[in-house]
């Protein structure tokens, strides 16, 4: 009788050595390893290179390839990322802390920095892609009206693929900051979502209230 109640109170769990598979394959359970053990270990070298990877981003979207070089941008995007990307992911932490507290969440905002650390191993992944992107069309891919169409059907076909498998792995890392934004603050995936959204939410609305009333 012990041992059917033993199976039925049984909870999955993981090892510290399992856990960068366990976040492909079982994410529920890697980010509970985390939330459970406080887990800390690799975070700060995780937001650097998560940081690293949105300053090549938005150097897509401002266009850089127009003003700077490729090794330019490719050294501005590691120094600037590397150094300062992790604040908008503290920042970032501490919003969805302070209005998961409207939606009944108690999580604070160190422990919501390593769930989202984590949750972006894809995007850091994904950095890999970029030697492909700068093999094919270098500094095009940085400019405005860059071409990125010329180059022959072999060198289309790497160049738009690996964009491809960047998109893949951005959607993944949002998938898992929704899982585990669920698994910390033990919502539904629908209220990891709204608590995902409500900080943008409050940076965006001021700035297009602002920019109404200028015009």
């Known amino acids: 009788m012990e041992d059917i109640i033993d199976d039925i109170n049984y909870t999955p769990t993981i ?3 399992e856990l960068f598979s366990a976040i492909w394959k ?3 359970l890697a980010f509970r390893f985390i939330i459970d053990n406080n887990y800390s270990k690799h975070v700060v070298l995780l937001l ?3 940081g690293i990877s949105s300053a090549f981003e ?4 401002r266009d850089m390839g127009d003003t700077f070089s490729l090794p330019t941008i490719i050294g501005i995007s590691i120094a600037a990322g590397g150094l300062f990307g992790w604040i908008s992911t503290y920042f970032y932490s501490g919003l969805i802390s302070w209005t998961g507290k409207w939606l009944k969440g108690t999580a ?7 769930v989202l650390a984590y949750a972006m191993i894809p995007t850091i992944i994904s950095l890999i892609f970029l030697i492909p992107q700068f093999a094919t069309y270098g500094v095009e891919v940085y400019k405005k009206d860059g071409d990125l169409i010329s ?3 072999i060198i289309n076909i790497i160049f738009w693929s690996s964009l491809a498998a960047e998109l893949i792995l951005g959607c993944w890392t949002i998938y898992l900051c929704v899982i585990g934004i669920s698994e910390l603050q033990q919502f539904t995936v629908g209220k990891a979502v709204l608590n995902l959204l409500l900080p943008v ?4 609305i001021p700035i297009l209230l602002i920019a109404l009333l200028l015009m």
Not at 58 to 61: G, K
Not at 201 to 204: A, E, G, R, T
């Open 15 to 17: 090892t510290e050595d």
């Open 26 to 28: 079982k994410p529920r």
């Open 48 to 50: 650097i290179l998560s």
């Open 58 to 61: 938005r150097a897509s979207m």
């Open 108 to 114: 604070d905002t160190s422990t919501i920095l390593h």
């Open 151 to 153: 180059g022959g059907l």
């Open 201 to 204: 939410l409050l940076i965006v």
